[in-house]
């Protein structure tokens, strides 16, 4: 893929979700609309955010973001220079 149909696919992204998070929104829309139709009336109206998974970033150590980097290097076929081999 050409960084330039990469930068289409962002632009159509933006205005056509597609893609689990587009799913999520759907089911968030109708989960929020089946909990207002049941909520007190004085309790103020759910909005379908509420209902959005919300995925957070794992903290990670410096040496956990070393290791994940060489372990995604040498799985893609790639060499830690890291290491030597006796030379």
């Known amino acids: 893929m050409s960084s330039r149909e990469l930068t289409e696919w962002i632009a159509f992204a933006n205005f ?3 893609g ?5 929104l759907g089911h968030a829309i109708t989960a929020s ?35 994940f980097a060489a372990t995604m290097t040498v799985g893609l076929g790639g060499k830690d220079l890291r290491q030597t081999d006796g030379e």
């Open 33 to 67: 609309t089946v909990a207002n139709v049941n909520r007190p009336k004085k309790k103020k109206a759910y909005k379908p955010d509420d209902f959005m998974p919300k995925f957070g970033k794992r903290k990670q150590s410096v040496e956990q973001m070393i290791q």
């Open 16 to 18: 056509e979700p597609f």
């Open 20 to 24: 689990a998070e587009a799913e999520y």
